[in-house]
């Protein structure tokens, strides 16, 4: 999902607009959906809670970065589904 | 002719000051002409004290060329003939000319730094026929009377050359940086948009935007995780205290809730009371950076507001020369004298007295030293007319802090004791003040206030009121602020005392940060980025902190200002290489940040409608009226628009309406109190004061 195809255009970030560097994101969200699947793990061992409820909780936790909120949402609004095995 | 000794001052202040200390009737005649002061003082010779307006002289290229880069020779012009709105200079400096025409004796006595140091050789050099080398040097410290008079009768036979060799290297470097780079992003982000917008950075900017940026990345990327505390209230003789469990942190939820139920109605019983004693020693005199920190912390005013106050503290004579980085003070400052002199203040008399009582009086000083300057003290004159707020809270911090450092060390003691409640141990914490020491001298500003445990013995039964679970999230990063980034700055060793909170001014100017808790803008974020990728070697602090290291090996004349500038060509040379040959690149991404930046400058709140769009400040293409209206509009999705006034000026809030939660405007009239504009025509304040 995060691997561009040789040859096609340079694509923007689905949430910025910046120069995507891979896949969707522009290396500022991608660091930011970096930590939000980083930090998924000891959110679960907390609390026991699925992917999905994860990501609702910090898109509104007043703590979370703009930019985690940013991805967090779209990752909502697009069913993201890839780390959902993990819960 | 008369002749007569000119001396040259770098303010009006300093210039008035110096030629009534210098008077044998301490009365100077004030002379106007076409608009710049000058004073007439009359000793066994006669004295003429002109002053300068700061720097007088700049520097610019060789060559002549809006916008043109890369740009290698400079030279020093006056500033008129390089800034707008300079133009003043012109006359002063031919006021200056024709003093020194009839002068035997030149005499230096701007402040004795580095840039004190070039205002005098500038004007010594190119507006007194070059007499630079022949000048006499004023140094002193304090504005004092007595010290200005023993400073003239002990002229320096020259000026510091090798001070201002490092000052005008300084200068020419930081001005090859910052011209080359700053046009480098300008004509890029103009060649793609088409539109001129202002973007500077420069050699201690990049690194210092740099900081900033990399903070405000770990804020933005930041995911809170959850964790767990728990605490006891507990009850000791009628008072009631709060303990903490032994263990910080639970990282799980069920670990927590645990606890909690093994604790639930049981009482505890005192394990042990280890109370310890330490030492605090007296604070360090103020440099210039300690002051503006603590000047933040107790009035929160910025490091720029700090160092103009306590640059007019010094232009009254009531504390020493601020722009300093020395942690120490000679005993030649005379410290009884000042002592002495405070005294006479009934707000100090008590303290200083106490002070004067004491067998030997000995400062506690730092490592930093100044060789131009000693620490910041109060000089003892008490201030002759009623000072401002901000300047009275200054003074009283530098005398505080002054008399302070005389004082003895202070002996706290911390007390710990443990509670054991059904085998869980909880932590209750107590801190007192045993000796005083300097805390004495430095109320109200000491840090840590006492929290006194009442006497507990092991054994002692406690009644437990409560056991609690804390829900709790890790925090990001704290931002910048002011304070913090100056500390940060001179810990990196970037920029130098006198420049550093004028440099934080151009970042908010260039709208690359914002607000007091720093937040970096998208356009900083995006100038930072082109730096980081096609100039590395300019954002890097290393690099930059070898620059510093050079600068002083100038003035230690183990280096000169030509290698050094031959050094900073050769880098800008790449540099500038590299951002020309990706300009398109490099315009592209600031282009799109500028125009974000503007567009975020018209908005005023999201929309109340459609809930995903922006509400602008747009003109009517038809009638040239403006009205707010929303940013789906173009997409054809909302075309949600409201009224707005338009005579005034319209401030942006970014605050919602307290009562109906909408956007919000301040309207500015001339003459007028601003109000507040809400932009919901049904809001309740609205609604409420028409029924009145």
Redesign the interface.
């Given at each position: 999902m995060f691997v561009e195809n040789e040859g096609e255009e340079a694509v923007n970030c689905k949430i910025c607009d910046r120069k995507a560097d891979e896949g969707e994101f522009c290396a500022l969200h991608l660091k930011a959906y970096e930590n939000i699947t980083n930090r998924y793990s000891v959110w679960r061992k907390a609390l026991k809670i699925s992917w999905k409820e994860y990501l609702n909780q910090i898109a509104k936790n007043s703590l979370t970065g703009t930019w985690v909120k940013e991805v967090t949402n779209y990752l909502i609004e697009n069913g993201e589904t890839r780390n959902v095995r993990q819960s | 002719m008369v002749k007569y000794t000119l001396i040259v001052t770098e303010k009006p202040d300093a210039a008035s000051r110096i030629a009534e200390a210098l008077d044998t009737a301490g009365k100077a005649k004030k002379i106007l002409h076409k608009g710049v002061p000058y004073y007439l003082a009359q000793r066994e010779e006669k004295i003429v004290v002109v002053p300068a307006l700061g720097h007088l002289y700049t520097v610019v290229g060789e060559t002549k060329g809006q916008g043109q880069y890369p740009v290698f020779k400079v030279k020093w012009v006056p500033k008129y003939e390089a800034e707008r709105g300079a133009a003043r200079i012109r006359v002063w400096l031919q006021t200056i000319t024709k003093l020194a025409e009839d002068a035997d004796t030149l005499i230096d006595a701007c402040d004795y730094d580095i840039e004190g140091s070039i205002i005098g050789y500038c004007i010594l050099k190119y507006a007194c026929g070059g007499r630079e080398k022949t000048s006499k040097r004023m140094k002193y410290f304090t504005l004092t009377k007595e010290e200005l008079q023993k400073s003239y009768s002990s002229l320096l036979p020259n000026l510091d050359f090798a001070l201002i060799e490092a000052g005008l290297a300084r200068h020419e470097v930081d001005w090859l940086y910052g011209i080359n780079l700053s046009r480098a992003l300008t004509s890029a982000a103009k060649n793609s948009s088409g539109q001129y917008a202002t973007l500077s950075t420069g050699r201690v900017q990049g690194p210092t935007l740099k900081f900033l940026a990399t903070r405000e990345?770990s804020?933005?990327?930041?995911?809170?995780?959850?964790?767990w505390k728990i605490n006891a209230k507990v009850e000791i003789g009628n008072a009631v205290f709060e303990a903490d469990h032994e263990k910080k942190v639970f990282?799980?939820?069920g670990e927590a809730k645990a606890v909690i139920t093994k604790c639930k109605g049981k009482n505890g019983e005192v394990k042990a009371v280890d109370p310890r004693k330490f030492m605090q020693t007296p604070p360090l005199p103020f440099d210039l950076g300690a002051l503006q920190n603590e000047a933040y912390r107790f009035f929160g005013y910025t490091p720029m507001r700090t160092s103009s106050i306590a640059q007019r503290l010094y232009l009254g004579a009531l504390i020493s020369y601020p722009r300093t980085s020395n942690q120490k003070l000679p005993p030649e400052i005379g410290y009884e004298a000042i002592l002495r002199n405070l005294a006479k203040n009934r707000e100090f008399a008590k303290l200083a007295g106490e002070l004067l009582a004491k067998s030997e009086l000995k400062p506690t000083e730092g490592k930093k030293d100044d060789l131009a300057h000693p620490a910041i003290y109060p000089t003892g004159k008490l201030p002759e007319k009623m000072l401002v707020v901000s300047e009275k809270n200054i003074w009283n911090l530098v005398v505080r802090r002054f008399m302070a450092v005389f004082g003895e060390p202070a002996v706290r003691q911390i007390v710990e004791a443990t509670i054991n409640v059904n085998g869980e141990k909880f932590v209750l914490y107590g801190k007192q003040t045993m000796e005083e020491g300097w805390l004495h001298f430095y109320q109200p500003f000491m840090r840590g206030k006492d929290a006194v445990l009442p006497p507990m013995k092991e054994g002692q039964k406690i009644t437990v009121k409560q056991v609690t679970l804390e829900d709790k999230?890790?925090?990001?990063p704290p931002r910048y602020n002011p304070s913090s980034l100056l500390k940060k700055m001179e810990e990196a060793d970037l920029g130098t005392k006198a420049t550093r909170a004028g440099l934080m001014q151009t970042l908010y100017d260039r709208k690359y940060i914002r607000d007091d808790r720093i937040e970096v803008t998208d356009l900083g974020?995006e100038v930072t980025d082109v730096l980081r990728k096609y100039c590395p070697s300019v954002v890097s602090v290393e690099f930059t902190r070898k620059l510093e290291e050079e600068m002083n090996e100038v003035i230690k004349g183990k280096l000169t200002r030509e290698q050094i500038l031959s050094d900073a060509v050769e880098i800008l040379t790449t540099v500038t290489t590299s951002l020309k040959e990706n300009e398109i690149a490099i315009g592209d991404?600031l282009s799109?940040a500028v125009n974000k930046s503007k567009l975020e400058e018209k908005v005023i709140g999201a929309c109340p409608t459609c809930k995903n769009g922006k509400l602008l400040i747009l003109y009517s293409k038809k009638t040239r009226k403006r009205f707010a209206g929303c940013t789906n509009y173009f997409k054809g999705t909302c075309r949600t628009t409201f009224p707005l006034p338009q005579k005034g000026f319209l401030k942006l809030t970014s605050k919602a309406c307290k009562a109906c939660n909408w956007p919000t405007l301040l309207v500015w009239l001339k003459g007028r109190q601003p109000w507040k504009l809400c932009l919901n025509t049904e809001c309740s304040l609205k609604t409420r004061g028409k029924k009145r």
């Amino acid at each position: 999902m995060f691997v561009e195809n040789e040859g096609e255009e340079a694509v923007n970030c689905k949430i910025c607009d910046r120069k995507a560097d891979e896949g969707e994101f522009c290396a500022l969200h991608l660091k930011a959906y970096e930590n939000i699947t980083n930090r998924y793990s000891v959110w679960r061992k907390a609390l026991k809670i699925s992917w999905k409820e994860y990501l609702n909780q910090i898109a509104k936790n007043s703590l979370t970065g703009t930019w985690v909120k940013e991805v967090t949402n779209y990752l909502i609004e697009n069913g993201e589904t890839r780390n959902v095995r993990q819960s | 002719m008369v002749k007569y000794t000119l001396i040259v001052t770098e303010k009006p202040d300093a210039a008035s000051r110096i030629a009534e200390a210098l008077d044998t009737a301490g009365k100077a005649k004030k002379i106007l002409h076409k608009g710049v002061p000058y004073y007439l003082a009359q000793r066994e010779e006669k004295i003429v004290v002109v002053p300068a307006l700061g720097h007088l002289y700049t520097v610019v290229g060789e060559t002549k060329g809006q916008g043109q880069y890369p740009v290698f020779k400079v030279k020093w012009v006056p500033k008129y003939e390089a800034e707008r709105g300079a133009a003043r200079i012109r006359v002063w400096l031919q006021t200056i000319t024709k003093l020194a025409e009839d002068a035997d004796t030149l005499i230096d006595a701007c402040d004795y730094d580095i840039e004190g140091s070039i205002i005098g050789y500038c004007i010594l050099k190119y507006a007194c026929g070059g007499r630079e080398k022949t000048s006499k040097r004023m140094k002193y410290f304090t504005l004092t009377k007595e010290e200005l008079q023993k400073s003239y009768s002990s002229l320096l036979p020259n000026l510091d050359f090798a001070l201002i060799e490092a000052g005008l290297a300084r200068h020419e470097v930081d001005w090859l940086y910052g011209i080359n780079l700053s046009r480098a992003l300008t004509s890029a982000a103009k060649n793609s948009s088409g539109q001129y917008a202002t973007l500077s950075t420069g050699r201690v900017q990049g690194p210092t935007l740099k900081f900033l940026a990399t903070r405000e990345r770990s804020i933005r990327c930041f995911v809170p995780t959850p964790y767990w505390k728990i605490n006891a209230k507990v009850e000791i003789g009628n008072a009631v205290f709060e303990a903490d469990h032994e263990k910080k942190v639970f990282e799980t939820k069920g670990e927590a809730k645990a606890v909690i139920t093994k604790c639930k109605g049981k009482n505890g019983e005192v394990k042990a009371v280890d109370p310890r004693k330490f030492m605090q020693t007296p604070p360090l005199p103020f440099d210039l950076g300690a002051l503006q920190n603590e000047a933040y912390r107790f009035f929160g005013y910025t490091p720029m507001r700090t160092s103009s106050i306590a640059q007019r503290l010094y232009l009254g004579a009531l504390i020493s020369y601020p722009r300093t980085s020395n942690q120490k003070l000679p005993p030649e400052i005379g410290y009884e004298a000042i002592l002495r002199n405070l005294a006479k203040n009934r707000e100090f008399a008590k303290l200083a007295g106490e002070l004067l009582a004491k067998s030997e009086l000995k400062p506690t000083e730092g490592k930093k030293d100044d060789l131009a300057h000693p620490a910041i003290y109060p000089t003892g004159k008490l201030p002759e007319k009623m000072l401002v707020v901000s300047e009275k809270n200054i003074w009283n911090l530098v005398v505080r802090r002054f008399m302070a450092v005389f004082g003895e060390p202070a002996v706290r003691q911390i007390v710990e004791a443990t509670i054991n409640v059904n085998g869980e141990k909880f932590v209750l914490y107590g801190k007192q003040t045993m000796e005083e020491g300097w805390l004495h001298f430095y109320q109200p500003f000491m840090r840590g206030k006492d929290a006194v445990l009442p006497p507990m013995k092991e054994g002692q039964k406690i009644t437990v009121k409560q056991v609690t679970l804390e829900d709790k999230f890790t925090k990001p990063p704290p931002r910048y602020n002011p304070s913090s980034l100056l500390k940060k700055m001179e810990e990196a060793d970037l920029g130098t005392k006198a420049t550093r909170a004028g440099l934080m001014q151009t970042l908010y100017d260039r709208k690359y940060i914002r607000d007091d808790r720093i937040e970096v803008t998208d356009l900083g974020f995006e100038v930072t980025d082109v730096l980081r990728k096609y100039c590395p070697s300019v954002v890097s602090v290393e690099f930059t902190r070898k620059l510093e290291e050079e600068m002083n090996e100038v003035i230690k004349g183990k280096l000169t200002r030509e290698q050094i500038l031959s050094d900073a060509v050769e880098i800008l040379t790449t540099v500038t290489t590299s951002l020309k040959e990706n300009e398109i690149a490099i315009g592209d991404q600031l282009s799109r940040a500028v125009n974000k930046s503007k567009l975020e400058e018209k908005v005023i709140g999201a929309c109340p409608t459609c809930k995903n769009g922006k509400l602008l400040i747009l003109y009517s293409k038809k009638t040239r009226k403006r009205f707010a209206g929303c940013t789906n509009y173009f997409k054809g999705t909302c075309r949600t628009t409201f009224p707005l006034p338009q005579k005034g000026f319209l401030k942006l809030t970014s605050k919602a309406c307290k009562a109906c939660n909408w956007p919000t405007l301040l309207v500015w009239l001339k003459g007028r109190q601003p109000w507040k504009l809400c932009l919901n025509t049904e809001c309740s304040l609205k609604t409420r004061g028409k029924k009145r």
